[in-house]
């Protein structure tokens, strides 16, 4: 593997007295997909919010191209090209849909390429287009997942940080999302997922990482994972 | 309207009550553009923190000295003493926050309101330890001119303040609809942390909410010394609660809806002197506090829903 774009060391996360992450570590690839399945509460979105500096790690390391992000604060993560779709969507609902499109451009002033990326993201989801002007709480809930990946597009993301995407969305959205995430990465971005549907995740992903109570227990392809009889069994839903 | 001597009686009585109609419409919106743009401060510090700023009104009050020095210690002229009273209440303002709310940002919000009272006193007391508690009177800015039409008694003074403070207003509205840093402070409202994922530096944002708050009510403050003209060091208490009344009343939060609740509150004041013992005044402004927040806690303009705009 070429030098890794994200790695992260040794990461150790506590809210309080619990223990959310004791020991992760793992890396992502310039240009890959890369998975992180594990159980309800096995520290998935705490790995993410570490990483985009809404908590900070009690021990660890996270390096990004060259820099360290344990030293910087969340917004300045944006200027590096990391953009985190939190679990939940993270859509501000009393804002218009272009007004949560232009606020991911905060820091950008290159106002045509910020209507060019506008269009770009209506081109991908077209049923946002017609709620543009709308609140974003009046969204459904496909919408709303449409309107955070059309945020964070709109932040020219190098790596993109996606908690759940498919979480509460009929199969056909689910799809579309997975059909959407393969398109950015094609288009260049690096990809960090974390999924129920590890199924699906792992058909799109190159690797993934197992997470049990705040540890990395398993690592691998995702094509071998996905035959490993105990990955099967806990995460794929066989019998 | 008629125009022979038999109408002439019911044309009189109807132009007198014409008159004091408009008389009293001035008067309320002189008085609910003060409330006004004090109520803003309260509600966009709100809005962001979830924070009620009780040293917001003698922020106000601070405001009223410090164009009180610019104007007749360094003699600068009417545009220049309100520019420089508003950047140093902004200042002020963004310093209050710095040193005595950002440390408190995640403590319980009950102890962010007792810090508040504590500034709030501190700066009483500060301002009474260096100008004294006796009023001092505040200078004409402008040539104060008196208008009278048909009856109706206004003055240059009077029609400043309504235009300029509608002014203000508009252009803090635009500025919170239009720009992506309002933007940012509609969505701090909604979610504080996550606004940060958009790029967004937060405590940059809440100082310029701050400020914003701040200088216009420090523009208040100018328009009251114009207006009665002298201040007090604790001219600060009771229009800072009629403003927070105002806030309340339009819902809190909301930027449009404590422009409304001002102009609501300085309506319902004039019509209640003007029909009532003077002392009703006060008891008229807290009797519709304490009724809106049985009837409609969220006030007029305020969203009902648990995250607020
Ligand atoms: N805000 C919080 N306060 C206290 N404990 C928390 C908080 N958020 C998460 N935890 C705890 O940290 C652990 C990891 O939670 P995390 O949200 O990272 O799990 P997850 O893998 O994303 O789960 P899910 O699939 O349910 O989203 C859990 O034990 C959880 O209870
Ligand atoms: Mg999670």
Redesign the pocket.
Known sequence: MNQPLLQVDGLKLA??Q?I?LHEVSFEVAKGEIVTLI??????????LRAVSRLLPPLAGTIVFDGHDLTKLAPHELIGLGIAHVP?GRGIFGNLTVRENLLLATFQRNDWDGINADIERVFSLFPRLRERIEQSSTTLSGGEQQMLAVGRALMMRAKLLLL??PSMGLAPILVKEIFRIIVELNKQGATVLL?E?NANMALKISQRAYV?EN?RIVKTGSAADLRQSPDIRKAYLGDD | MPMNGYYGFYHDNLTRRGRLMIQQALNALQLGSIYALIALGYSMVYGVLRLINFAHGDIFMVGSYIALYFAVKLNLGAPLTVLATMAAAAFLGVLIERIAYRPLRSAPRVSAVITALGVGIFLETFTLAVVGPQPQAFPELLPKIIYKFDGIRTSSTQLTIILLSFVLMVALDQFVQRTRTGMAMRALSWDLHLVSLMGVDIDRIVSITFALGTSLAAVAGIFVGLAYPVIDPYMGIMVGWKAFIAAVVGGIGSVRGAMAGGYILGAIEILAVANLPSTYRDMIAFAILLFILLVKPSGFFGSPVSKKV
């Open positions: 809210y309080g619990i959310a594990g159980a309800n509460g096995a520290g998935k979105s705490s790995t679990e908690d759940e974390v129920q997470l705040g």
